[in-house]
């Protein structure tokens, strides 16, 4: 099995040894996205609705260059550095995604990269 990379403009440049994506046999990876202007390379300006909006435009971003949605996710993680912030996500996911909702971990944690409040990843399966 081949495994092709995904890059595209209209989301953050990986800021470390990774690619945006990764698929391979109809399975595609998407690395963890934080709230970066694609444009800017700065996370955007607002509250934490705002930081898991830009979340999962960048996600979005990602999948339509590798050709699929994120209404093909069958997995996400998300990274909150406070669980309390919880039912935002929640929200903001009920407004950019169809059921059957993809399965999903919550984790928090102690700090994630530039300051951001937010990490997503997820896995989409080509095609489901």
Not at 115 to 126: C, F, I, P, S, T
């Amino acid at each position: 099995m081949t495994r092709h990379a995904i890059a595209t403009d209209r989301a953050p440049a990986a800021i470390g040894t990774y690619s945006q994506a990764v698929e391979c046999a109809g399975t595609v990876w998407l690395s963890g996205q934080i709230p970066l202007d694609p444009a800017t390379m700065t996370l955007v300006e607002g509250d934490i609705e705002a930081e898991v909006r830009q979340v999962f435009s960048n996600l979005a971003a990602v999948a339509a260059a590798a050709g699929s949605s994120l209404g093909e996710a069958v997995r996400l993680t998300v990274y909150l550095t406070d669980l309390g912030d919880f039912a935002v996500v929640n929200r903001v996911m009920e407004e950019v995604l169809d059921p059957p909702y993809p399965a999903r971990a919550t984790v928090q944690v102690a700090a994630l990269p530039k300051g951001a409040r937010v990490e997503v990843d997820a896995v989409l399966v080509k095609g489901r």
